[in-house]
């Protein structure tokens, strides 16, 4: 035993002494490169001394990277998570200048952004450096991955022998492009998994199992995620609405709405969440009770305290100076190939497409690498410091398909990236305290096609204007995009979202209001008090109804009727009570089994808007029409939107056949939670079974 301790203790220093000697080599190098860098005094030394000032500074650069830097995060640790990453590299230069100033001979001297250059690079070569020589040592390998967890953990008890339960989300994927991508070789940890891989001389054994399951009405991320971990979406109609008795608009990514949503899903649901006990909540939209929370937006707008500031994952991951230094690196290469990837499919005038300039190119970015290394860090964190329970969502996906298209090679390269952080996970569970059963599971999914705008040359507000008889103006307005990774960069960065009440007030309070949630567009006449009926906008605008069913871009309208309750409207005259819609679907045919349920629900909605507009759908190619700018689009009926996909392993139940709508999803949920002895939920219900057991013995 004392043998094997003293092989580990001589591994160790052998590694840092490598580490060390290729800091040393990589400053004297840049030394060479860099004109505003020098190791030597200003009349010149011999070749020994400047590689001893190397060797001092690459070491005392190391040494302060490993004592002081911890204490400057924990100093900047209520900065938000992406101003600390911008910081990164000042801090490090400041680390490197400070390292060559304790040189006595003091030799060494850099111009401060030449330092900040030189610690970049210096830090990015020992990062790579000793994850190469980790790699061959199971127990250096395991020492990298202890550094994640919280270090109350360190000297506490041993964790329970319950399995915790890890939920990943990835934001957008559909089952079919989940498929499609195992079969192509794409994602080889869940090929494995689902025992499609590709091991030589045997058959791969399963270990999961995938299912696919349907979304409600409104398919977007701030519906079914609310109602997988808050147990209810009632009263979520779209990803965005106007609610005539608050006139508010409400949108599912704003920090202010995204509060106000979960409050009522919390009194709907009688529960504080599917995380309410021992939980973790890692890049959301809403909490799921958890104490534990980063990139949070429903915890946005709260003021920086002890409580909202995430350790686990934003002091663990940017504590190690080469992660920070890594992803700002990433992030500089993911922006850069975004622009290469735009400039090439406006070069080959590939169709459909849409902008990607601007802003997009740093959101894109920050999505794919900023957002997926934070919460991947925070998720490794959660496992190794024993969590009973922790879901988290990666929205890189989603963003990159929404302007690239869902089936594109871009979102493509996505996908291996996420599987890349699913197989690291999976290793980081062999070192956890306790068992853990890993989820992965998508919140819906995207149907391609071309915009609106872009097929007609006008968009969904200017048709409601024609049908209204007011003016149109001459150039269209492109409308927002609900992209969840905007959401997540204003967690990062703590502030409001800018879509508020006034951007969607229109000139009248007479004129309607049109919001636009993918491929379902919602009509409210802010002036009514009250859910209009068919009849009442028959009187106010006769050519409005029929301008609007009859369009080919249209698939169907939802109106209130006096007469019926509800119908559903199509071209021709079209006009089915929703009762009557299972035996004759009318325009819902096309938009398969269910179609007629979740619409009858959206109706039943307290803020459902005047006029529910959903887009024409092709069942051959499963193309929609987006009202926003994105040709891949989810949001309302028609297609892989719908269809989300949840992989889990064969050891829980499986879920029931035909699973509908994210609350559905959420038992399920919490019944793995039981099955693996952790919290039940809600906890009423926890302690009565207990009491009634406790009577029964």
């Known amino acids: 035993m004392l043998a094997g301790r003293w092989r580990r203790v001589a591994s160790q220093v052998g590694r840092s002494v490598t580490v060390w000697a290729a800091s040393t080599l990589t400053m004297l190098v840049l030394a060479g490169i860099l004109p505003d860098f020098r190791l030597q005094s200003p009349t010149g030394d011999s070749a020994t001394r400047i590689a001893v000032t190397a060797a001092f500074g690459a070491g005392a650069f190391g040494v302060l990277s490993a004592v002081v830097w911890p204490l400057l995060v924990r100093l900047f640790l209520l900065v938000p998570t992406l101003v600390l990453g911008l910081l990164v ?11 060559l100033r304790l040189n006595p001979a003091e030799r060494g001297d850099a111009a401060p952004e030449t330092a900040v250059v030189v610690a970049a690079v210096m830090s990015a070569v020992a990062s790579a450096t000793g994850g190469a020589l980790a790699v061959r040592d199971d127990d250096a390998y395991r020492r990298r991955l202890y550094r994640l967890a919280d270090r109350r953990r360190r000297g506490g008890p041993p964790g329970p022998a319950t399995p915790g339960m890890v939920f990943l989300q990835l934001d957008g994927v559909g089952h079919d492009v989940l498929r499609a991508a195992v079969a192509q070789g794409l994602m080889p940890t869940i090929a494995r998994w689902t025992g499609q891989g590709n091991t030589p001389g045997r058959r791969a054994r399963p270990t999961h199992r995938l299912t696919s399951w349907r979304t409600d009405w409104s398919s977007q991320t701030g519906a079914s995620q609310l109602g997988i971990l808050h147990g209810s979406n009632h009263d979520v109609p779209a990803f965005r609405w106007y609610e005539k008795d608050r006139g508010e608009v409400m949108v599912c990514n704003r920090p202010t709405s995204a509060v106000e949503l979960q409050r009522r899903a919390v009194e709907q649901a009688g ?49 190690d100076p080469a992660n920070a230094v890594r992803t700002a690196l990433s992030f500089i290469a993911e922006v850069g190939r975004e622009i290469g990837q735009s400039t090439r499919a406006r070069a080959r005038k590939e169709r459909p497409r849409v902008g990607r300039g601007g802003l997009y190119p740093l959101v894109r970015a920050f999505a794919t690498v900023v957002e997926r290394d934070v919460v991947v860090a925070a998720v490794m964190g959660d496992m190794l410091a024993g969590r009973t329970a922790v879901y988290a969502d990666l929205v890189a996906y989603d963003e990159v398909a929404h302007h690239s298209g869902p089936t594109s090679r871009d979102a493509a390269k996505v996908l291996e990236r996420l599987d890349r952080s699913l197989a690291l996970i999976e290793n980081v569970a062999e070192h956890a305290p306790r068992p853990y059963r890993i989820v992965v599971l998508s919140d819906h999914g995207q149907s391609p096609g071309e915009t609106f705008r872009t097929r007609y040359g006008l968009t969904l507000g200017d048709l409601v204007r024609a049908g209204c008889g007011l003016p149109v103006p001459r150039k269209a307005e492109r409308t927002h995009s609900g992209a969840e990774a905007r959401a997540a960069v204003r967690a990062a960065l703590r502030r409001p979202g800018k879509e508020g ?36 906008i028959d009187a106010r605008h006769p050519a409005l109804l029929t301008t609007l069913a009859n369009h080919p871009g249209i698939g169907f309208l939802l109106v209130r009727s006096e007469e019926h309750g509800g119908v559903v409207l199509g071209p021709f005259g079209t006009e089915i009570p929703l009762e009557q819609l299972d035996e004759t679907p009318g325009p819902l045919a096309d938009f398969g089994p269910g179609a007629a349920d979740v619409v009858r629900r959206t109706h039943s909605f307290p803020h459902t808007a005047d006029i529910m507009v959903n887009s024409w759908f092709d069942p051959a190619e499963g193309e929609v029409l987006a009202f926003e700018e994105q040709i891949g689009s989810h949001g ?34 919490r019944g793995w939670l039981d099955e693996a002895g952790g919290p039940q939920v809600p906890l009423a219900k926890a302690k009565a079974k207990a009491k009634a057991e406790e009577k029964a013995a």
Do not use: C, W
């Open 636 to 669: 309302g009926l028609g297609g892989a939107q719908g269809k989300p996909f949840l992989l889990s392993p064969l050891a829980l139940s499986a879920p029931p056949e035909g699973l509908v709508g994210a609350e559905g999803v959420h038992e399920v949920l």
């Open 271 to 319: 529960h504080g969440g599917l995380l309410a006990v021992d939980g973790a909540s890692r890049g959301n939209l809403f909490s799921g009770g958890a104490e534990e929370q980063a990139l949070v937006l429903s915890i946005a707008t709260r003021r920086r305290s002890r409580e909202t500031r995430s350790r686990a994952g934003y002091f663990a991951y940017f504590s």
């Open 89 to 99: 590299f000042f801090l490090n230069g400041a680390l490197l200048l400070l390292a």
């Open 501 to 536: 009440r006034e951007e969607y007030r229109p000139a009248r309070d007479s004129e309607p209001i049109v919001l636009a949630s993918g491929n379902l567009g919602l009509v409210s006449f802010p002036d009514v008090h009250h859910r209009m009926s068919k009849e009442e």
